[in-house]
């Protein structure tokens, strides 16, 4: 690859074969990748699936949604200042702390959400990204 970018806006996803594809996402990436549309290039590489989707974003602009990767697990680095993750498990959501330099690894089909705990905390996510379910903040009580 030799392209450049800002993972605080694009994504770059390490397809299986050793090629790198960075792409803004746009509002209609997720949207696209869950619904199947065949159209949208980056949603239907990365279904098509077998490579790693990574990404940066501050946790101001995360923590509304649920979401849950089935077929991967996902790495959450939390790169600077500090984040709470909560897991929706049977017994009821409950919360990692992690502060920089840290990371958790979320299992495979586990909702859950990031909430930033300081200003300007930073976030590394990398995942597969295909089959990504979501479901919004109030489906989880």
């Known amino acids: 690859m030799s392209e450049t970018g800002q993972l605080d806006t694009d994504y770059v996803y390490l397809e299986p074969g050793g090629d790198a594809f960075a792409f ?3 509002p209609s990436f997720w949207p696209a990748l869950i619904g199947g549309d065949e159209t949208h ?4 590489r990365v279904r ?3 490579g790693w989707l990574l990404t940066t974003a501050s946790a101001a602009m995360v923590g509304g949604h649920w979401e849950a990767h089935p ?3 996902e790495l959450i680095h939390c790169l600077s200042g500090s984040i709470g ?5 049977q017994a009821g959501v409950r919360t ?3 502060v920089a330099g840290q990371f958790f690894v979320m299992p495979r089909g586990m909702f859950h959400r990031v909430i930033g705990r300081q200003q300007g905390s930073q ?4 995942t597969s990204g295909e089959g990504t379910q979501m479901k919004p903040a109030e489906a989880v009580a």
């Open 24 to 26: 803004t996402p746009g």
């Open 41 to 44: 290039e980056a949603a239907r």
């Open 48 to 50: 098509a699936g077998g």
């Open 71 to 73: 077929l991967g697990e």
């Open 123 to 126: 976030v590394l996510f990398i």
């Open 85 to 89: 993750i909560e897991l929706d498990e």
């Open 96 to 98: 990692i702390e992690l």
